[in-house]
């Protein structure tokens, strides 16, 4: 069982900054991939980022160059780093936890959630 908490969220100005973090507890969650993706009003939820228990990334287009997604191991926490905020990136940004060390796009692949942080870009 991982149960994850994310925290960091708020509101923000456009070209801001803000950093995400999802505590996991849970003694398998070092052996998964850990990813965040997001969800605005009236929208599906997406994908933003992704990392591979081996430290492999990836990212939306839409996020390249302005989100870091990492992960401190020893403090069983994910981060997501996110510059030069833009209003379209308002939405509840969720952590998930995939179900084993490869990242997937397709939040069907995540096996556990967090509840959500809330993100707010003001123009």
């Known amino acids: 069982q991982v149960q994850l908490v994310e925290s960091g969220g708020g509101l923000v100005q456009a070209g801001g900054s803000l950093r995400l973090s999802c505590a996991a507890s849970g003694r398998t969650f070092s052996r998964r991939a850990a990813g965040w993706f997001r969800q605005a009003p009236g929208k599906e939820r997406e994908f933003v980022a992704a990392?591979?228990?081996?430290?492999?990334?990836n990212y939306a287009d839409s996020v390249k160059g302005r989100f870091t997604i990492s992960r401190d191991n020893a403090k069983n926490t994910v981060y997501l780093q996110m510059n030069n905020l833009k209003p379209e990136g308002t939405a509840v940004y969720y952590c998930?936890?995939?179900?084993?060390?490869?990242?997937?796009?397709?939040?069907?692949?995540?096996?556990?959630w967090g509840q959500g942080a809330q993100v707010a870009v003001s123009s």
């Open positions: 998930a936890a995939s179900k084993d060390n490869s990242y997937y796009y397709s939040i069907c692949e995540y096996d556990y």
């Open positions: 990392m591979g228990s081996g430290g492999s990334t």
